[in-house]
Each structure stands twice: as C-alpha cells, then as structure tokens.
C-alpha cells in the first residue's frame, strides 16, 4: 500500500494536500455550526432548513462546475469552487439575518456535516485515477480517505480547543465565529493551492475536444456511462438521504443536548471518531483486493448502521461514546471502495462528469433530511428518532447496492479467479 503513496506525481500530493486542508476546515466547522446558528437566535427547525438549502446550493454548484470540468478544464471548476467557499464563510461569519445566510449557503460552498462539499471531490477524484494506474487505484483512494478522515478529526479536535479557550473571555457565539472566519481563510488558501497544479490534472484532450451530441449529453457530461451512473446515482441519494438526518453537527447537538457534553469534548470526541474513520479506508483497500469492491461496501457497512442505531439506545455518556466510536470504526470503509468502483465502470474521458452527478445525487439526497431532521430536534421526546430513520434507510440502500450491481465487476476484477467473490 505504501508503494501507491510513493508513486505519487507531484499533481498527486497537490491534490491529497488540497483535500486535508479542506476537510480540516470542513471538520472545525461541522462541530460549532448548529451551536453557532442557534446562538445567532435561530430556531431549531429553522436550522435544519438553513442545512437543507445550503446542501441543495452545493448540490447545483457541484452539478455545474463538474458536468462541465473534463472539457473546460478541472483546475478552473477547482479554483471556482474554493473561491464560492471562502465567499460562504465570509458571509456566515459576518451576517445574523436569517434570508442572507440562506442565500449564502445556497449560492456558496459550506459544509455542516464534516464530509466533503461543492465540486472539489469529484473533479479530484477523476484526477487521480487518470494519473495513477489500475492496481493502485484502490489503494490510492483508501490513503485519500485515510487524509480526509484524518483532517476532519484534526479540525473537530481544534475546533473544540479553539473555542473553549477563547470563550474565557469571549461570548460563545463569538467564539464559533472565529471558526467560520478561519473557514472562509482556508478556502482563499485552496484557490491559491490549485491554481499551482499542472496540466495533468486536465481530461484527456478528446474528451474536451469532442462536444457531447445530444442535449442530455450536453447537460450531463456523459455518453457512453449514462445507465451505470444513473443507477448508482439513485442508490447513493438513498444513502445520502438517510444518513442526512445525523450529520455530524446535528450528531454533537445530541450529544449536546442529551449528556450536556461541552464543545472542547465534542472536538475530542468527534476527532477519534474520525481517525477510527480513516484508518478503516486502509482495511478497506486490503478487503476489497480479495472479495472485491461491491462486497467490501456491503458486508462492512450494514453492521455500522446497526450500530448507528444502536447509538440513542445507550443510557449513558460513555456507551453512547462506545457505540459511535465502534460506528466510525467501520461506517467508512465503503467510502475508497465506492469512489473506486466508480471510476472504474465508467468511461475514463467521463470520470469526473460521473463523479460529478453521483456526488450530486449524494448531496441531494442528505441536503432533503436535515429539515426533518431539525423539526425532529425541537422536540425531545423525538430527538432520538433520526437516528433509527438513518440506520433503517442506510441498510434497505446496502441491500439494493449487492442485488443491483454485484454482477458488474471493474475491469481489474474481471481478471480474478472466481473464487475470490463471496
């Protein structure tokens, strides 16, 4: 696995240290995101609204800028999508009014559930898998995961740090702010980080050269890959959708709400969460090399979701705290699998247009539950609910996943002995 690291080109560690410094800020943000809204005066189920349609704005920005990346041009949509995240911040950080934030987060890019937001992930991913071979795919994706997860659980940890120490002389709410500030920071950092990369990172030239013949194509991106992605296209909203009603900001309000659990603990917390995440992606990759990748995503995340529901059933602090942690342990190693997969059942001169739909059909699908969600939380007695709408819809997703697409193989496995397969 290590030698998928070192065959790395220069493009490459661009794009993974593009991808950490995102996800840091993706994760400070996630954990004071509802506790800074609420503090601002909103509501409840006003939040879970502001969440809605801030991912649905993420969704028509990433259907934009990636439908349109492989012919013109994967550093221009990157450079564009840091700017639309820096801009968000700005204006969360400076505005309490409740329609400005909602155009904020509709027309820019902010993400209230720690996971990857607006165009950045597709168009990488499409990348990657143009500048590293076949067999390393796979792996390079687990180690892409593994940065991704480790970021995330380095922002939550600073996050709660930052702003315990700063709210001994500042009023809370100004101590969320400060991380929506260094949030909107480290989107100008990023546009700076991808106007650095090279011409390698481009779809291939016929794939720019030659203009899609029909309006859908046109619309899409895609011509030859339309049904597969289509298909899995619906299968993750169904994933996305469920998984939405537990975000991660709305995860910490519970923990919040129901144990009392300070900020600086909620940053411990969800930074163990997420490295238990990232070191799974490594699991993963070595799974998936001898059952495959459909399977490696089935038969590892169906226990997570048990698990997720498992989560409210837990009487105290510390089993509430067990049940997630053994949760994150596993919950992720579906995630280089599925990104693999993908990019290997479409066409190569597609890949980022594919990436591109089925991450926006992901970001549908969790951007429609944090309304309900959010009308969940304002009432106690049914705060506990999403967690058993996430967990139920997140299985009858890996059930249809195996039934729908364990016969179609990538290239590489096609090759295997048959008795690799469960």
Known sequence: MFDALRSL??????????????????????????????????????TGLLLTMTLLGDTLVSLYLTTRADRFGRRRMLVAGALLMA?????????????????????????????????????????????????????VFAWYTLAGSMATALGALAAGLLTSTLQQNWAPV?????????????GAALCLLFLKASDAVEAPPVARAAAPASPLARLSGLQESH???????????????????????????????RFGVDPKTLGTLFFAANVFAGLSALVASRLANRIGLVNTMVVTHL?????????????????????LLLRFSISQMDVPTRQS????????????AASGITGVARTTGAAL???????????????????????????AYDLSLFHAFRSLKPPEEAARPASTAL
């Open 9 to 46: 080109t220069v493009d490459g560690r661009l794009l993974f240290t593009a991808r950490f410094v995102r996800l840091f800020a993706y994760g400070a943000l996630s954990v004071v995101l509802v506790l800074y809204l609420v503090g601002l005066g909103l509501s409840e189920s006003a």
């Open 341 to 352: 997969y993908t990019m290997a059942v479409v066409s190569p001169a597609e890949r980022a």
């Open 369 to 395: 539950s944090p309304f309900f969600a959010g009308l969940l939380f304002a009432r106690p007695s049914l705060m506990n609910v999403p967690f058993y709408i996430a967990g139920g819809l997140k299985i």
């Open 174 to 186: 100004d101590s969320y702010r400060a991380v929506v500030v260094m949030y909107a920071c480290i």
């Open 303 to 323: 226990p997570s979701n048990v698990l997720l529901m498992l989560i409210p059933l837990m009487p105290t602090l510390p089993l509430a705290t067990l049940m």
């Open 87 to 139: 801009s968000a911040g700005v204006a969360f950080a400076f505005t309490h009014q409740f329609w400005l934030l909602v155009v904020a987060g509709t027309i820019g890019v902010i993400s209230p559930s720690g996971n990857e937001v607006g165009p950045f992930l597709s168009i990488e991913q499409a990348a990657l898998s143009q500048v590293v071979p076949a067999r390393s795919r796979t792996d």
């Open 227 to 257: 049904g597969v992605v289509l298909r899995l296209s619906a299968l993750f909203a169904l994933d996305s959708f469920g998984g939405g009603f537990v975000v991660q900001s709305f995860a910490a309000y519970w923990f919040y709400l």
